[in-house]
């Protein structure tokens, strides 16, 4: 990895609810629908998160969910904000972001083709991840993990020509196979839609008081290992990310083949995983690291057209000639 470009986007994290149709084992996210720290992101607390991250020059807003409930009492909720469904609130907080001059970036649950075809006008790009294509205990609770929906769910993207963030959750109960047959699943969408602009490798963090709390999580050599795989799997149009935040052991990651950072904010902290502080850009600075900034999309993508109107205006506000960050 010496002197190698490690690209990152700098982001503000949108948790747009933390009410999910799936109770994975391992998360500590998630709320029970009725229970009182259940909640759906208010309008206005996510348009003043987005004006702040504006002003401290963030390009990408990222909007984080599950799978929408189909509890009544969530769709009560998000009545009061005066929507019927949760896609038609993101679609709105995706305008907002584009109204502040930032380019949306959302990472929900698996929605219909018609839903993802909504949703693409008003994004650069998308995300979901795959984690495994095992069915493991870890998501016995959780009907929207069966790898054939979020693998569907994938091409549904490809067809739609939407730049693609995916990944693997390492340490969650797979094998070793398991971790080749899901980069494997991963390499073979996109040779055939073309849309997968990065692969996460995301270490298991355990997080205390979940199902999976005293579970060990993945070594540092099976992370390396990991990804090293990963780079051998995957084609080379394919960055590899690897969280900055879960681990003190970066150098060590960018060394085994990671090459992107994703996103780090000045001004939120990581929801999923709010113990892990995103490091500062001095701080990865000071690492030696050469980083380069680019757009949720990443700069094939940009080359290629593969974005609305509606964005248009800020890409090419904010892109160089070669496709990052001005």
């Known amino acids: 990895m010496s002197g190698d470009i490690v690209t990152y986007s700098r982001n503000v994290f949108i948790p747009v609810t933390n009410m999910c149709r799936n109770n994975c ?45 189909e509890d009544p009492r969530f769709f009560e909720a998000l009545g009061r904000y005066g929507y019927r469904t949760l896609n038609d609130y993101v679609y709105d907080l995706c305008l907002d972001a584009i109204s502040l001059g930032m380019l949306p970036h959302t990472n929900g649950g698996v929605i219909s083709f018609e ?4 949703l693409k006008e008003v994004n650069a790009s998308m995300g979901l991840m795959l984690e495994t294509t095992a069915e493991l205990p870890a998501h016995k609770l959780s009907p929207m993990k069966v790898p054939g929906l979020r693998i569907n769910f994938m091409e549904n993207a490809g067809k739609l020509h939407i730049p693609f963030t995916t990944g693997i959750l390492v340490g969650i109960g797979e094998t070793w196979d398991d971790r ?13 839609y073309g849309h997968i602009q990065e692969v996460i ?17 993945p070594s540092v050599e099976d992370m390396v290992r990991v990804l090293r795989m990963a780079r051998q799997i995957l084609p080379d149009d394919v960055a590899l990310q690897a969280p900055p935040n879960l681990t003190s052991h970066l150098r060590e990651f960018l060394d085994a083949g990671a090459n992107d950072i994703g996103g780090i ?16 850009l001095d701080e990865l600075n000071a ?8 757009l949720p999309l990443y700069p094939k993508y940009l080359k290629m057209g593969w974005y609305s109107r509606l964005i248009e205006p800020i890409i090419k506000k904010y892109s160089d000639g070669d496709g990052y960050r001005v």
């Not at 839903?115 to 909504?118: I, S």
């Not at 904010?265 to 500062?280: A, L, M």
């Not at 690492?287 to 680019?294: F, H, N, V």
Request: glycine share 6%.
């Open 25 to 69: 084992g391992y998360c500590g996210f998630r709320r029970e629908v009725g229970s009182a720290e259940a909640v759906i992101m208010s309008p206005d607390s996510a348009r003043d998160t987005l004006k702040k991250a504006a002003r401290l020059g963030c390009i990408e807003a990222l909007f984080t969910y599950g799978d929408s409930p």
């Open 115 to 118: 839903e993802l075809k909504k």
């Open 180 to 192: 080749v047959k899901s980069l494997e699943a991963i390499r073979d969408i996109h040779k055939k």
């Open 201 to 217: 490798v995301q270490n298991f963090v355990p997080k205390p008081h979940t199902r999976m709390g005293d579970v060990k999580p």
């Open 265 to 280: 904010s000045p001004v939120t902290e990581d929801y999923i995983n709010p113990e892990c502080r995103w490091p500062t």
């Open 287 to 294: 690492m030696g690291l050469r980083l380069k900034e680019r």
